[in-house]
Protein backbone atom coordinates (compact mmCIF):
# COMPACT_ATOMS: atom_id res chain seq x y z
CA UNK A 1 0.00 0.00 0.00
CA UNK A 2 1.23 3.52 -1.09
CA UNK A 3 1.44 5.94 1.58
CA UNK A 4 2.88 9.36 2.50
CA UNK A 5 3.78 10.48 5.50
CA UNK A 6 4.13 14.45 6.38
CA UNK A 7 5.68 15.65 9.53
CA UNK A 8 7.20 18.83 10.88
CA UNK A 9 3.75 21.06 10.93
CA UNK A 10 3.25 23.19 14.09
CA UNK A 11 2.68 26.67 15.45
CA UNK A 12 4.64 29.65 14.70
CA UNK A 13 5.38 33.19 15.06
CA UNK A 14 5.24 35.30 11.91
CA UNK A 15 8.76 35.42 10.65
CA UNK A 16 9.44 31.87 11.78
CA UNK A 17 10.48 28.90 10.19
CA UNK A 18 9.00 25.77 9.95
CA UNK A 19 10.67 22.60 7.79
CA UNK A 20 7.77 19.83 6.52
CA UNK A 21 9.25 16.85 5.88
CA UNK A 22 7.35 13.92 3.54
CA UNK A 23 8.22 10.42 3.40
CA UNK A 24 6.94 7.76 1.08
CA UNK A 25 6.33 4.04 1.41
CA UNK A 26 5.09 1.38 -0.79
CA UNK A 27 6.84 1.68 -4.03
CA UNK A 28 9.81 4.22 -5.18
CA UNK A 29 9.15 7.29 -6.40
CA UNK A 30 12.63 8.78 -7.61
CA UNK A 31 11.16 8.88 -11.34
CA UNK A 32 8.32 11.09 -10.28
CA UNK A 33 7.65 14.72 -9.22
CA UNK A 34 7.31 15.37 -5.66
CA UNK A 35 5.56 18.22 -4.29
CA UNK A 36 3.49 20.52 -1.69
CA UNK A 37 -0.06 21.61 -2.15
CA UNK A 38 -1.75 23.43 0.93
CA UNK A 39 -5.40 24.24 1.82
CA UNK A 40 -6.50 27.35 3.93
CA UNK A 41 -10.33 27.18 5.15
CA UNK A 42 -12.84 28.04 2.95
CA UNK A 43 -10.25 27.94 -0.18
CA UNK A 44 -9.23 25.87 -2.70
CA UNK A 45 -6.18 23.65 -2.72
CA UNK A 46 -3.44 25.81 -4.08
CA UNK A 47 -0.19 24.56 -5.51
CA UNK A 48 3.47 25.65 -3.66
CA UNK A 49 6.10 23.88 -4.81
CA UNK A 50 7.64 20.85 -6.70
CA UNK A 51 10.74 18.67 -7.54
CA UNK A 52 11.36 16.85 -10.47
CA UNK A 53 13.33 13.46 -10.60
CA UNK A 54 15.87 15.80 -12.05
CA UNK A 55 15.94 18.09 -9.01
CA UNK A 56 14.83 21.04 -11.02
CA UNK A 57 11.93 23.33 -8.48
CA UNK A 58 9.30 24.85 -9.12
CA UNK A 59 7.24 27.26 -6.57
CA UNK A 60 3.81 29.32 -6.48
CA UNK A 61 4.44 32.94 -6.18
CA UNK A 62 3.89 33.66 -2.91
CA UNK A 63 6.51 31.67 -1.91
CA UNK A 64 8.73 32.18 -3.68
CA UNK A 65 12.17 33.71 -1.79
CA UNK A 66 10.76 32.38 0.92
CA UNK A 67 10.67 28.28 1.01
CA UNK A 68 12.88 25.70 -0.13
CA UNK A 69 11.80 22.00 -1.65
CA UNK A 70 14.53 19.31 -1.62
CA UNK A 71 14.48 15.27 -1.77
CA UNK A 72 16.36 13.19 -0.27
CA UNK A 73 19.49 10.75 -2.13
CA UNK A 74 16.78 7.94 -1.42
CA UNK A 75 14.01 10.29 -3.41
CA UNK A 76 11.04 8.51 -1.67
CA UNK A 77 11.42 11.62 1.04
CA UNK A 78 10.65 15.75 0.54
CA UNK A 79 11.02 18.33 2.48
CA UNK A 80 10.01 22.03 2.30
CA UNK A 81 11.85 24.36 4.07
CA UNK A 82 9.89 27.31 5.00
CA UNK A 83 11.24 30.80 6.48
CA UNK A 84 9.83 34.03 7.19
CA UNK A 85 6.44 32.41 7.88
CA UNK A 86 3.16 34.40 7.00
CA UNK A 87 0.04 34.63 8.66
CA UNK A 88 -0.84 33.80 5.68
CA UNK A 89 0.93 30.55 4.93
CA UNK A 90 -1.52 29.24 7.55
CA UNK A 91 -2.54 26.09 6.30
CA UNK A 92 -3.04 22.39 6.22
CA UNK A 93 0.24 21.32 4.59
CA UNK A 94 -0.07 18.10 1.90
CA UNK A 95 2.56 16.72 0.34
CA UNK A 96 1.92 14.90 -3.36
CA UNK A 97 3.49 12.98 -6.29
CA UNK A 98 2.76 12.89 -9.24
CA UNK A 99 1.69 10.70 -12.27
CA UNK A 100 3.56 9.07 -14.51
CA UNK A 101 2.92 11.38 -17.38
CA UNK A 102 1.29 14.63 -16.15
CA UNK A 103 0.52 17.80 -18.02
CA UNK A 104 1.19 20.72 -15.66
CA UNK A 105 3.21 20.08 -12.67
CA UNK A 106 0.68 23.29 -11.16
CA UNK A 107 -2.61 20.84 -10.99
CA UNK A 108 -3.46 19.04 -8.83
CA UNK A 109 -5.06 16.70 -11.05
CA UNK A 110 -1.84 16.48 -12.22
CA UNK A 111 -0.88 14.19 -8.61
CA UNK A 112 -1.34 10.77 -8.33
CA UNK A 113 -0.83 10.33 -4.35
CA UNK A 114 -1.44 12.49 -1.25
CA UNK A 115 -0.93 12.76 2.07
CA UNK A 116 -2.95 13.43 5.15
CA UNK A 117 -1.68 16.60 5.64
CA UNK A 118 0.31 18.69 8.11
CA UNK A 119 -1.40 21.95 9.89
CA UNK A 120 0.97 24.99 9.73
CA UNK A 121 -0.35 27.46 11.65
CA UNK A 122 1.78 31.41 11.58
CA UNK A 123 0.24 33.53 14.52
CA UNK A 124 0.46 37.42 14.14
Known amino acids: QVQLVESGGGLVQAGGSLRLSCVGS????????MGWFRQAPGKEREFVSA???????YYGDSVKGRFTISRANSKNTVSLQMNSLRPEDTAVYYC??????????????????WGQGTQVTVSS
Open 51 to 57: ITRGDST
Open 26 to 33: GRTFSSRT
Open 96 to 113: AVTKAIYSTIYAKSSYDY
